[in-house]
């Protein structure tokens, strides 16, 4: 599904390398998870393979079915099935939730030459997918993400991913600013998802949020690469030792 | 004290082009408003007022050619149900307008106030405009007092069932329309006036209007598409106790408008929203010019204007409330806030509160800013294409403005004329 290697990324305008030759491949089907302390890169990861500004891939490649995305506009990653959950959800005043959703499923439809969902379709779809997520009518009406509770931003996010059904899920962080029953049903959301066609990237400081979604391959990101690679047991590891004792394993 | 020379002599040279009409009941009113515009002169390029804003085009003796725009996209309200009344270059076509006679309402062209008798125009004609030239001079309206070539009075003493749609058809390239119009809205009383076209190639438009207590006035206009034309505008209100007046503008190109408001909030309890959306691209120039006195206890008036700038084009923002000391519990809100979607394009503002009561509210801002690239990365990271990602931003930024217009049918074409516009900007 995903294949990265060897990936150098900088920060466009500073002399700042923040990927080292990160190589990572998330088959269909899998969750892969991605710990690391702070400053290892992780967001960095996130946002350069969907395609944000501000970052220069110096070396490498990073592929999704065999397509290259790093030359790709975030829009054209998006529609071939890329999707980031964010860490910040970005409020849009003026922008209504619906308008917003109905936008982005219909605009990747087009791009993929499929026809778009009509008014009737899409408001059941969504509705329903709405229901399952505690996420009620008043919210879809409101702008994008404004005035939303931390909870609701990122039940608003796992939203956008059901509606889109991307192949490739990456989750930055997206236990940040969660409560434990907050985390549980936007986990549950996450799960409904699960799906032998789609892979997913679970980006997070904690063990915690692998409690409910349970990851197949436990990555450790630091100093800009990939340095150990195990089962959920790695995820316990960390959570019971911190960092520490793993990088000073591998240095 | 005389006026200066190059203002004395551009004033001279502009009324020597200009011939008096016969005016008839008004006929004073007229000619107390030439004399007003000898005095003060007409707008100079020095004149703090006019700093962000060339009146040169405005008050030249010859008008600038202005071609006839031709669009595919229907007259604006068309789709509405409304009493229509044409005008052709800034006069009125009786075979284009629909008849006059609607219940609720009573309307005359102004030719007509004389020999019909209707004294509450002619006691109207001029009257608000001379109250407005204080504290701040405004000569163009005096000059369009004078020389005002149609209009029409609308005596709003009912809820008439439809708006009533001023259409103004600009159909010679060099023309050069004066228009005035009167309105008196009684107590009680409630009508929607819907305005549409670019009138002339330069137009100037003049609109008194007087709200009794308890009496409502929405306006909702719609300035026309044409590149070449010009205009200034004047709309004087008076407002009395519990009354309210609703206006907003759209405007959508043009090379030179101008538009004036002044509003005076006379009767405890009124209220006044005062909003604009204007988008303009390459050679534009929009001013929107506002003041606002509130001479009551408790009144509410609103001021909310957006300007989407592109290509070189200048918006201007000048607006002031003034409360004045017998004005307790004024509630007065102010933004005027620009969008410029490139570097080329600018917006200059002058946000003015000058208050004499102690028990008040009053909030201004103004901003300007280019479009979020948080947001931006945001839509195109869920799929949305650039350019679609704009245009929703674009939209969203307009909105507050557009949601000043109370009923959403008219906001909804205000909307799709505004998506037709970024459309053809790809």
Same mark, same amino acid.
């Given at each position: 599904?995903l294949?990265?290697?060897n990936?150098?990324?900088?920060? !466009?305008d500073?002399d700042?390398q923040?990927?080292k030759?990160?190589?990572l491949?998330?088959?269909?089907?899998?969750?892969?998870?991605?710990?690391?302390?702070?400053?290892?890169?992780?967001?960095?990861?996130?946002?350069v393979l969907s395609?944000?500004?501000?970052?220069e891939v110096?070396e490498g490649s990073a592929?999704l079915?065999?397509e290259?995305l790093?030359?790709l506009?975030?829009?054209?990653?998006?529609a071939?099935g890329? #999707?980031l959950a964010?860490?910040?959800?970005?409020?849009?005043?003026g922008v209504?939730?619906m308008?917003?959703?109905?936008?982005?499923?219909?605009?990747?439809?087009k791009?993929?030459?499929e026809e778009?969902?009509?008014?009737?379709? #899409?408001?059941k779809?969504i509705?329903?997918?709405?229901?399952?997520?505690?996420?009620?009518?008043e919210?879809?009406?409101r702008?994008?993400?404004?005035g #939303?509770?931390?909870?609701?931003k990122?039940r608003n !996010?796992?939203?956008?991913m059901?509606?889109?059904?991307?192949k490739?899920?990456i989750l930055?962080?997206?236990?940040?600013g969660?409560?434990?029953d907050?985390?549980?049903?936007?986990?549950e959301?996450?799960?409904?998802?699960?799906?032998?066609g789609r892979? #997913?990237?679970v980006?997070?400081?904690?063990?915690?949020?692998?409690?409910?979604?349970?990851?197949d391959?436990v990555?450790?990101?630091?100093?800009?690469k990939?340095?150990?690679?195990?089962?959920?047991?790695?995820?316990?590891?960390?959570?019971?030792?911190?960092?520490?004792?793993?990088l000073?394993e591998?240095? | 004290? *005389?006026?200066?020379?190059?203002?004395?002599s551009a004033?001279e040279?502009?009324?020597?082009?200009?011939t008096?009409?016969?005016?008839?009941?008004l006929k004073?009113a007229?000619?107390a408003?030439?004399?007003?515009?000898?005095?003060?002169?007409?707008?100079g390029?020095?004149?703090e007022?006019?700093?962000y804003?060339?009146?040169d085009?405005?008050i030249?003796?010859e008008?600038?050619k202005?071609?006839?725009?031709?669009?595919?996209?229907a007259?604006?309200?068309?789709?509405?149900?409304?009493?229509?009344?044409?005008?052709?270059?800034?006069?009125?076509?009786?075979e284009?307008?629909?008849d006059l006679s609607?219940e609720?309402?009573r309307?005359?062209r102004?030719a007509?106030?004389?020999?019909?008798d209707?004294h509450?125009a002619k006691?109207?004609?001029?009257?608000?405009?001379?109250?407005?030239?204080s504290?701040?001079?405004?000569?163009?309206?005096?000059?369009?007092?004078?020389?005002?070539q149609?209009?029409?009075?609308i005596h709003?003493?009912?809820?008439?069932?439809?708006?009533?749609n001023?259409?103004?058809?600009h159909s010679?390239?060099?023309?050069?329309?004066?228009?005035?119009?009167?309105i008196?809205?009684? @107590?009680?009383?409630e009508a929607?006036?819907?305005?549409?076209?670019?009138?002339a190639s330069?137009f100037?438009?003049?609109m008194?209007?007087?709200?009794a207590d308890?009496?409502?006035?929405?306006l909702?206009?719609?300035?026309g598409?044409?590149?070449?034309r010009?205009?200034a505008?004047? =709309?004087f209100a008076?407002?009395?106790?519990e009354?309210?007046?609703?206006?907003?503008?759209?405007?959508?190109?043009?090379?030179?408008?101008?538009?004036?408001a002044?509003?005076?909030l006379t009767?405890?309890? @009124?209220?006044?929203h005062?909003? *604009?959306?204007?988008?303009?691209?390459?050679d534009?120039h929009?001013d929107?010019?506002?003041?606002?006195?509130h001479?009551?206890?408790?009144?509410?008036s609103?001021?909310?204007?957006?300007?989407?700038?592109?290509?070189?084009?200048?918006?201007?923002?000048q607006?002031?409330?003034?409360?004045?000391?017998?004005a307790?519990?004024?509630?007065?809100?102010q933004i005027?806030?620009?969008?410029l979607l490139?570097?080329?394009?600018q917006?200059l503002?002058k946000?003015e509160?000058?208050i004499y009561?102690?028990?008040?509210?009053?909030?201004?801002?103004?901003?300007? *800013? @280019?479009?979020?690239e948080?947001? =931006?990365f945001y839509?195109?990271?869920r799929?949305?294409?650039?350019d679609?990602a704009?245009?929703?931003l674009?939209l969203a930024f =307009?909105?507050?403005?557009?949601?000043e217009?109370?009923?959403?049918?008219?906001?909804?074409?205000i909307?799709a004329?505004?998506?037709?516009?970024?459309?053809?900007?790809?």
């Amino acid at each position: 599904m995903l294949e990265i290697k060897n990936l150098h990324v900088k920060l !466009e305008d500073e002399d700042k390398q923040i990927l080292k030759g990160l190589d990572l491949k998330v088959e269909a089907g899998k969750v892969h998870a991605i710990m690391g302390p702070n400053g290892s890169g992780k967001s960095t990861l996130s946002y350069v393979l969907s395609g944000r500004d501000g970052y220069e891939v110096t070396e490498g490649s990073a592929t999704l079915e065999g397509e290259d995305l790093l030359d790709l506009d975030p829009e054209e990653r998006a529609a071939l099935g890329v #999707f980031l959950a964010f860490q910040y959800p970005v409020e849009i005043p003026g922008v209504g939730n619906m308008t917003f959703l109905r936008t982005a499923v219909n605009s990747q439809r087009k791009a993929r030459g499929e026809e778009e969902l009509s008014a009737a379709e #899409f408001l059941k779809t969504i509705r329903a997918r709405a229901k399952e997520l505690k996420i009620d009518a008043e919210m879809l009406k409101r702008p994008v993400n404004v005035g #939303f509770s931390g909870g609701e931003k990122k039940r608003n !996010e796992i939203l956008q991913m059901a509606m889109l059904e991307p192949k490739m899920c990456i989750l930055d962080e997206t236990d940040s600013g969660l409560d434990v029953d907050a985390m549980k049903l936007v986990a549950e959301g996450v799960n409904a998802l699960r799906d032998e066609g789609r892979g #997913f990237l679970v980006i997070t400081h904690y063990q915690r949020l692998l409690d409910h979604i349970k990851p197949d391959v436990v990555h450790i990101l630091a100093g800009g690469k990939i340095v150990k690679t195990g089962g959920p047991e790695l995820a316990l590891e960390v959570e019971n030792n911190g960092y520490a004792g793993i990088l000073a394993e591998v240095a | 004290m *005389g006026l200066p020379d190059v203002k004395q002599s551009a004033t001279e040279a502009r009324l020597a082009a200009m011939t008096l009409p016969e005016g008839g009941c008004l006929k004073a009113a007229r000619q107390a408003a030439l004399s007003r515009v000898q005095t003060m002169g007409l707008p100079g390029r020095r004149d703090e007022y006019w700093k962000y804003t060339r009146p040169d085009t405005l008050i030249s003796a010859e008008v600038s050619k202005a071609s006839v725009f031709a669009s595919d996209e229907a007259p604006m309200f068309n789709e509405f149900d409304r009493l229509r009344i044409v005008f052709v270059d800034g006069v009125y076509d009786a075979e284009a307008s629909d008849d006059l006679s609607l219940e609720g309402v009573r309307i005359d062209r102004i030719a007509d106030i004389c020999c019909q008798d209707i004294h509450w125009a002619k006691d109207l004609y001029g009257v608000l405009e001379a109250r407005g030239q204080s504290p701040v001079q405004r000569p163009l309206a005096a000059f369009n007092t004078a020389f005002a070539q149609d209009g029409v009075a609308i005596h709003v003493t009912g809820k008439p069932s439809k708006p009533i749609n001023l259409v103004y058809v600009h159909s010679d390239e060099m023309s050069d329309a004066i228009l005035h119009h009167v309105i008196r809205v009684e @107590a009680g009383a409630e009508a929607t006036i819907l305005e549409n076209g670019p009138a002339a190639s330069r137009f100037n438009k003049c609109m008194e209007i007087d709200i009794a207590d308890t009496g409502k006035l929405h306006l909702v206009r719609a300035q026309g598409r044409d590149h070449e034309r010009r205009a200034a505008t004047h =709309l004087f209100a008076r407002l009395g106790t519990e009354s309210t007046f609703k206006s907003f503008t759209l405007t959508v190109n043009g090379v030179l408008t101008r538009n004036e408001a002044v509003i005076e909030l006379t009767g405890d309890d @009124a209220i006044a929203h005062i909003a *604009g959306a204007c988008v303009g691209d390459g050679d534009f120039h929009h001013d929107d010019t506002v003041f606002i006195t509130h001479d009551a206890v408790n009144c509410e008036s609103r001021q909310v204007f957006k300007k989407v700038l592109r290509n070189g084009a200048t918006g201007v923002f000048q607006g002031k409330i003034l409360v004045k000391a017998d004005a307790q519990k004024t509630d007065g809100y102010q933004i005027s806030q620009s969008l410029l979607l490139d570097d080329d394009s600018q917006f200059l503002a002058k946000p003015e509160l000058e208050i004499y009561a102690d028990d008040v509210i009053c909030s201004h801002g103004s901003t300007t *800013g @280019a479009i979020d690239e948080e947001a =931006l990365f945001y839509l195109r990271s869920r799929g949305v294409p650039i350019d679609d990602a704009t245009d929703l931003l674009t939209l969203a930024f =307009l909105a507050e403005a557009v949601d000043e217009v109370e009923d959403t049918a008219v906001a909804e074409a205000i909307v799709a004329r505004l998506e037709g516009w970024l459309s053809r900007r790809r």
